[in-house]
C-alpha cells in the first residue's frame, strides 16, 4: 500500500463538476453537493489567503510616513523598489538560490527515495527508513538551521578538524555567513519536501513495467531514464514547487546563515516591516509573489499535474 | 545585599523617600486594591530585566509584566499599538519618533522625588556647566514638551518631561586585543583591510548610521556638518563607503540582537565591531578578553527613558509614578551601573553598591577586589580599571548621540539598500 498523497490533495483536489442539472433537481443533485462541500474550504480561503492578498495589493499603493501610512493610490513604492538596482541584485539571488537548492535537493532527494522504493524491499523497512527521514522534523526548523553556525564558525567543529587532519592550515571563512552555509541550511531543512511526494510515485509505478523493460534488455540506468525518471515526473513537480516556493519565500535562514550579509526578497520585506514601511513592504510582496506564480506556472505547463495523479 | 533591602517602610525612612510621599497621593486606601494592578511594560531587552520585574512586586506590590523587543519592534509598537501596553521603555531617539503620535503622555516633574538629582544631560543637556552638547538627538531636546497633552517637544525644563530617564551609556567599538595584537585608537580602525572579514557593525539603522558616521569621519572621508541630521549627500556618501567595503568582504556578519553580538565575538568570528557594555561584560564573563576601547574621536552615546502610554489613568497612573519613583530611588539605579550602564540619578545608587563596586563602576578607580555583576558572574579582578575612566571621563567625551534625521525615510531606505546590497 503506498502513503496517501495528504498533502496534495488538499490543494488540487477540488470536487469534480457535474454536469448542469435541471433546476428543480437541484437540491437534491451532486452538482448543489458539491458546491456545498467546496463551501467551508471556499469561505477559509477567501478570509484567510484572498482577502489578505487584496489587503496587500491594496497597501502596496498607499504611502507611508515614519509611523504611520496614508491610504493614497501612488506608484511611489513600485518605482522605489523597481528603480533600484539594489532590488534587481536581490531577485537574482533569491532565484539563484531557488535554483541551487533546488537542483541539489532534487538529486538528493530522487536518490534517496530512489533507494527506499526498488532497493528496500521489506515494507517494514520502508516504513522504518521513511520515518527515520522526518525524524530532523521533530524538532524546530529555526534550531536546525542554528546549530549548524557552531559547527560551520571559525573556531567551530568543522574548521577545528580539517585543521588538526591537516587538511588546511588556516580555517575556512566561508564555511559560514556565506552563501555556501545558506544553501547548506536550504538542502538540510528542505530536501524531505522532495523525498516524500517522489517517494509516493515511485511507490505507484507498476513494477512489472520495470520487469518488462528488464526483459526487454534495457541496462539499469536505461531504465532509469526511460521508465522510472518519466513516471515520477508528477513527484518531481509537486517536490519543485514545495522547494521553490519555500526558498523563494524564506527571510530567517538568509538572515541567520549569511549574518545578514546576503539578501534575498524575503529580507527586503522583513527589512521594510521592521522599519515601519508597510507600503513598500506590501509592493515587494506583490512583486515576489508574481514572480513565484510565474514560476510556478511554468512548472504546470510542464506536467499536467491534475491528469498525471 | 541584605542591607540593601528595600520596602515601602523604610522608603519612608530615608529623606529622598520623605519628599516622595509629599509628592504622591497617601497610598493607603489603595493598599489592597494595589496588587490586583497589573502595568504592561515593553522595551528594549538592556532593562526589561526580570529582576526588577521580582522586585517591583516585592516593593510595590503590583505585578509588572516585561516584554524585551528589538529596537525596531519597540518602535514599531509604541506608534502603532498605543493600547498594548502601560510603560514604554524606549531610547531618546525613538521617543522623536514616536511622541508625535500622542501615544505617550507627560509626565508632571512635581510627582517625581528626585527630579533635581536627575543628571543635568537629561535636563539642560549639559553633564557639566563647562560641557558642549554632542550632535544627534540630545536626550534634553525630546526630554520635554509644552503641557499635558502636549505632542510637541520644548527646549527648557517645562515641568512636562516625555520620558522619565533612566539607563545611558556611551558606547564604542568592542575589540578582541588577543586577536588584534596592536592598540586600536580610531573608529577608523572598523573598515581597516587588516581587519577583513572579522569586522561586524550593527543592523539597527538609526544607531548603524551613527557608528558608519564616526567611521567614516574618522577616516577623513567626510566632514558632517550635524552627524545626527545628515543631508541626503551625505548620507548617500556614508553608505556609498559603506556599501563598497561590505562588497570587499569587510564584514563578517551584521548582529541585530545584543546574544548575536557576544556570540560573534565570543566565537572569534569577529575581532572588532560596534557593541554595547554589558555585551562586553558578556563576554569578559566567558574568560575571553574584550575590551570596550575608548577612541579618540570619542563615543556615541544613547539613553533611555520610561514613558507613560496615553491610555493610562486613575489608579494605574499613580502605580506608575509610584513605580517611575522606585525607579530612580536607587535599587535599579545601582543593579544597572552593576552591569555597565549609568543611573539618571547615580547619588541614589550608591548606597545600592559597595564601595568597591562604584569607585570601579563610577569613578573609574582601580577595584580593590574582584568586581562582579548582579549574576555572580566575576567581570574584573582586583588591579583592573574599568575600559574609558570614571563617569565624566566616558560621557565627557560623548560625540553624537543615537538620532532619528529629518532625511530618517530616506536613510533608512538607503539603510536597507545597503543590508540587501
Redesign the interface.
Known amino acids: 500500500m503506498p502513503p496517501e498523497s495528504i498533502t496534495v490533495a488538499g490543494s488540487f483536489g477540488t470536487p469534480p463538476l457535474a454536469e448542469r442539472a435541471p433546476r428543480q433537481r437541484a437540491l437534491a443533485s451532486n452538482h448543489v453537493t458539491g458546491w456545498l462541500l467546496a463551501l467551508p474550504l471556499t469561505l477559509v480561503l477567501l478570509a484567510f489567503l484572498v482577502l489578505p492578498i487584496l489587503m496587500i495589493v491594496v497597501v502596496s499603493f498607499w504611502t507611508a510616513?515614519?509611523?504611520?501610512i496614508v491610504p493614497a493610490f501612488s506608484f511611489e513604492n513600485y518605482e522605489?523598489l523597481l528603480g533600484?538596482d539594489?532590488t534587481w541584485?536581490?531577485l537574482l539571488n533569491t532565484v539563484k538560490y531557488a535554483a541551487v537548492t533546488w537542483a541539489i535537493t532534487l538529486v538528493l532527494g530522487f536518490t534517496v527515495a530512489y533507494f527506499l522504493a526498488f532497493h528496500v524491499r521489506s515494507q517494514t523497512w520502508q516504513t522504518t527508513l521513511f520515518l527515520l527521514c522526518t525524524i530532523p522534523f521533530w524538532t524546530s526548523n529555526i534550531i536546525r538551521m542554528i546549530s549548524w553556525?557552531?559547527f560551520l564558525?571559525?573556531?567551530?567543529i568543522a574548521n577545528s578538524a580539517l585543521l588538526s587532519w591537516g587538511v588546511v592550515d588556516q580555517p575556512l571563512?566561508w564555511l559560514?555567513?556565506s552563501d555556501f552555509s545558506v544553501i547548506l541550511a536550504f538542502v538540510h531543512l528542505y530536501t524531505l519536501f522532495m523525498v516524500v511526494p517522489i517517494f509516493n510515485t515511485m511507490m505507484r509505478i507498476d513494477r512489472s513495467l520495470l520487469e518488462a523493460a528488464n526483459d526487454a534488455g534495457a541496462s539499469g540506468f536505461q531504465t532509469l531514464w526511460n521508465v522510472v525518471l518519466p513516471l515520477t515526473r508528477p513527484g518531481i513537480m509537486i517536490g519543485t514547487i514545495f522547494v521553490v516556493t519555500l526558498v523563494m519565500g524564506d527571510f530567517i535562514t538568509v538572515r541567520f546563515m549569511s549574518?545578514?550579509?546576503s539578501?534575498n526578497v524575503g529580507?527586503?520585506i522583513q527589512?521594510?516591516i521592521?522599519?515601519?514601511?508597510y507600503p513598500?513592504a506590501s509592493a515587494t510582496s506583490v512583486m515576489l509573489l508574481v514572480v513565484t506564480l510565474m514560476v510556478i506556472g511554468v512548472l504546470l505547463r510542464l506536467v499536467n499535474i491534475r491528469k498525471e495523479l | 545585599m541584605t542591607k540593601m533591602r528595600y520596602s515601602r517602610r523604610s522608603l519612608l525612612k530615608t529623606g529622598a523617600a520623605a519628599l516622595a510621599a509629599s509628592a504622591l497621593p497617601a497610598p493607603m486606601i489603595w493598599a489592597q486594591e494595589i496588587k490586583d494592578i497589573t502595568l504592561r511594560q515593553f522595551g528594549t531587552g538592556v532593562s526589561n530585566l526580570n529582576e526588577v520585574a521580582q522586585k517591583v512586586k516585592e516593593d510595590l506590590g503590583f505585578t509588572l509584566e516585561m516584554t524585551a523587543l528589538d529596537s525596531d519592534a519597540v518602535t514599531q509598537r509604541a506608534a502603532t499599538q498605543p493600547d498594548s501596553f502601560d510603560i514604554a521603555d524606549i531610547e531618546y531617539w525613538i521617543c522623536k519618533k514616536v511622541w508625535p503620535t500622542g501615544n505617550l503622555q507627560a509626565m508632571d516633574t512635581s510627582r517625581i522625588a528626585n527630579y533635581d538629582k536627575i543628571v543635568g544631560i537629561f535636563r539642560d543637556g549639559k553633564l557639566t556647566p563647562e560641557s558642549t552638547i554632542a550632535q544627534g538627538t540630545a536626550p534634553h531636546t525630546v526630554g520635554f514638551t509644552s503641557g499635558p497633552g502636549g505632542t510637541d517637544f520644548v527646549a527648557e525644563e517645562s515641568g512636562w518631561m516625555t520620558l522619565i530617564p533612566t539607563i545611558y551609556n556611551a558606547d564604542t567599538l568592542g575589540i578582541r586585543p588577543d586577536l588584534i595584537g596592536r592598540p586600536i585608537e580610531s573608529w577608523a580602525e572598523l573598515l581597516n583591510p587588516e581587519f577583513k572579514g572579522k569586522a561586524s557593525i550593527l543592523d539597527i539603522s538609526s544607531i548603524g548610521i551613527m557608528d558608519a558616521a564616526m567611521v567614516c569621519e574618522a577616516m577623513g572621508e567626510i566632514q558632517y556638518g550635524d552627524k545626527g541630521n545628515m543631508t541626503t549627500d551625505e548620507i548617500d556618501r556614508t553608505m556609498a563607503i559603506m556599501t563598497e567595503a561590505k562588497r570587499a568582504g569587510q564584514f563578517r556578519s551584521f548582529w541585530k540582537t545584543f546574544d548575536e553580538s557576544v556570540n560573534l565575538m565570543a566565537s572569534g568570528e569577529v575581532v572588532i565591531q560596534s557593541m554595547w557594555s554589558p555585551a562586553i561584560t558578556a563576554v569578559k564573563s566567558r574568560g575571553i578578553p574584550c575590551v570596550y576601547q575608548p577612541l579618540k574621536e570619542g563615543y556615541r552615546s544613547w539613553g533611555g527613558g520610561i514613558g507613560l502610554s496615553s491610555s493610562l489613568s486613575g489608579m494605574e497612573l499613580d502605580a506608575a509614578y509610584d513605580y517611575i519613583n522606585w525607579y530612580l530611588s536607587g535599587w535599579v539605579g545601582g543593579f544597572l551601573m552593576r552591569q555597565g550602564y549609568y543611573s539618571a540619578v547615580p547619588e541614589t545608587s550608591k548606597a545600592f553598591m559597595s564601595e568597591n563596586e562604584w569607585g570601579y563602576w563610577f569613578e573609574g578607580k582601580p577595584a580593590v577586589e574582584p568586581v562582579t555583576n548582579p549574576f555572580g558572574d566575576v567581570l574584573a579582578q582586583a588591579g583592573e580599571a574599568r575600559d574609558g575612566g570614571s563617569f565624566y571621563d566616558r560621557m565627557g567625551q560623548v560625540a553624537c548621540w543615537n538620532a532619528v534625521m529629518d532625511e530618517n525615510q530616506y536613510m533608512v531606505r538607503k539603510w536597507n539598500e545597503f543590508i540587501a546590497a
Open positions: 510616513t515614519e509611523f504611520s522605489f533600484s539594489v541584485r536581490v553556525i557552531p564558525g571559525r573556531e567551530g571563512d559560514l555567513f549574518g545578514s550579509q539578501a529580507r527586503l527589512n521594510d521592521g522599519l515601519l514601511q513598500s
